[in-house]
């Protein structure tokens, strides 16, 4: 596997979840430097007898709403 690609949602309360596409991987963040640092840990953990993929993206989704008056 050569990319690994997280689907990145902001919280209400500021904070990152982050999930992987085709792999059980989830964490979280309250900023995003401790979301990336996460993501790494996590990345490591589930494939630490496996091989690894050589980068991962972190896919960043954002709703917005707006009121139209």
């Not at 050569?2 to 990152?16: H, I, M, N, R």
């Not at 059980?24 to 309250?30: L, N, W």
């Not at 091989?51 to 989704?61: A, G, Q, Y």
């Amino acid at each position: 596997m050569s990319e690994l690609v997280f689907d990145v949602t902001q919280e209400a309360d500021g904070g990152f979840v982050a999930e992987a596409l085709g792999e059980d991987i989830f964490t979280q963040g309250d900023t995003w430097e401790e979301l990336r640092a996460n993501v790494q840990d996590a990345v490591k953990a589930f494939y630490f007898d496996g091989e690894k993929p050589s980068h991962v993206r972190l896919h960043l989704r954002k709703d917005e709403v707006l009121a139209v008056a």
